[in-house]
């Protein structure tokens, strides 16, 4: 079997998406389980939880790393998003994974492109309404990526968690072939959610930015002492944030976990969502109040 095995350890690099589909496609071939990680690369140990995962339940893990353009809207930080590849490579021939997807632009954007996905409601609120055109932008690179390693499982982190919901919206409403796996925000010991952009805030803005998990920890403790009024959660949040100096509040809200929508009263199960600017970087958090739905 090509490719199969890191030769020196080394992933594979694979630019051409039909060299990556007709290795996926060879692997399936001999009944062999096929794992893909999307990535936009600058890998920290968030994304290596999932790579972990594809490893123990796959027998194949692509991971691909592609700083996708159509995600991004012209005032945002596409130029400047950290691109790591040696160091990401290293971390993941460490791992053993066997094989990176990593095209140029010109591959999945070829000139002429002019097909997207719009995934509906669960895209329009929240990031959606602060970031327009951001989940066409996911839900299109994403679905290309599922064509060109069609995978038998694909894996995202939860702490994106309207991603994660858009994703496998998608992926039920367009009947892609494809199991997707949400697996748990992975935080450093202070708690801040594990994010590429972490790098850009400086030692103080670090320490302002620990409000977001303090205040859904806050929240979860509410949860956990049996309160049930959502307004009364996502006020303490947004007391709590609001708070803390040199950050501005995008959102937060108490929602249904699986339409986004806001709640008044939580039955059985919402997230808290929380979204907010420190300094010039923009952060976001989540977390789960009572199961996981997604
Ligand atoms: O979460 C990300 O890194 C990106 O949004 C994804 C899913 C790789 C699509 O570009």
């Given amino acids: ?37 999307p990535t936009m690369g600058a890998l920290h140990a968030g994304h290596l939880s999932l790579v972990q995962r594809s490893l123990q339940e796959c027998d194949y893990t692509v991971v691909s790393i592609f700083v996708n353009p159509l995600q991004f809207s012209p005032q945002e930080d596409f130029s400047k998003y950290p691109r790591t590849m040696e160091s990401d490579l290293a971390k993941l021939a460490d791992l053993g994974v066997p094989t990176v997807f990593s095209p140029p632009a010109a591959e999945i954007y070829p000139p002429g492109f002019s097909s997207y996905v719009e995934v509906g409601d669960v895209t329009k609120a929240w990031e959606g309404a602060v970031r327009p055109g951001h989940f066409r932008g996911v839900a299109t690179v994403v679905l290309k990526l599922l064509q060109i390693a069609p995978a038998d499982r694909a894996y995202f982190g939860r702490k994106d968690y309207q991603q994660a919901l858009t994703i496998r919206r998608m992926v039920t409403d367009l009947n892609v072939p494809i199991e997707i796996i949400v697996c748990p925000t992975v935080r450093d010991n202070d708690g801040l959610a594990l994010s590429s952009r972490n790098v850009y805030l400086n030692p103080e803005e670090r320490r302002h930015a620990l409000t977001l998990s303090r205040s859904l920890r806050q929240a979860r403790e509410m949860f956990t002492a049996g309160e049930r009024d959502a307004a009364k959660i996502r006020d303490a949040i947004r007391k709590t944030i609001t708070s803390e100096p040199g950050v501005n509040l995008d959102y937060a809200a108490v929602v249904d976990p699986l339409t986004l929508v806001e709640l008044s009263k939580i039955d059985r199960s919402a997230v808290a969502l929380v979204a907010a600017r420190v300094g010039a970087t923009r952060l976001i958090d989540n977390e789960i109040l009572g199961h996981p739905e997604i």
């Fill in 1 to 37: 079997m090509p490719h199969t095995s890191a030769i020196l350890n080394t992933p594979t690099v694979v630019t051409s998406a039909s060299e990556m589909q007709r290795l996926v496609r060879a692997q399936q071939a001999y009944s062999k389980r096929v794992g893909l990680v």
